[in-house]
């Protein structure tokens, strides 16, 4: 039996939604504010906002916030490379880096995740890679569930704490 890759994990899911609209889904702030965050503000390299429609390009750095949790709880990181089309990779703190592949399989547009470089000490296995692979099963749930159906399943409630869904 192999030792299991702490390192990083994958997690899929099909969605039915075209390949552009899931990856305006990543790559725009009113795209990913509408099944991941709360608030997404880009900056590009000069310091200038990114207008909510307009596609991030790699270099630039985000300001990330999610309901059900304070102002404080915020993700500051950078896009690493994208490709205006069904690629998009960036940086997630201490949690490692991200890359989203949008592709077809069998005549379903599948949303790939990978998450690497997550640290492998007792606090990148519990926190990060537990942790971060029980919230993209959700988040990845939530954006199927809103491009499939309008449902946003996501709590944006801060009194309610330790759910699933924030």
């Given at each position: ?37 709360r608030?997404a ?94 919230g ?31």
């Open positions: 039996m192999t030792e299991y890759n702490w390192n990083q994990f994958t997690t899929r899911i099909s969605v039915g939604a075209d390949k552009s609209t899931l990856y305006k889904a990543w790559a725009t702030r009113e795209g990913i504010e509408s099944w991941f965050l608030l503000e880009y900056r590009r390299p000069d310091g200038a906002t990114r207008l909510a429609s307009a596609l991030v390009k790699p270099g630039d750095i985000y300001t990330w916030r999610w309901h059900g949790w304070p102002d404080e709880a915020e993700e500051l990181g950078k896009i690493l490379d994208c490709n205006d089309n069904d690629y998009f990779r960036f940086s997630f703190g201490q949690a490692g880096n991200c890359a989203v592949t949008i592709k077809e399989e069998s005549g379903h547009n599948i949303v790939d995740l990978v998450q690497s470089e997550i640290p492998i000490d007792e606090k990148g296995k519990h926190y990060w890679h537990l942790g971060c692979k029980t993209w099963t959700f988040y990845l749930t939530n954006l199927k569930s809103i491009l499939e159906g309008g449902i946003d399943l996501r709590n944006k409630d801060q009194s309610l704490k330790n759910v699933v869904n924030s």
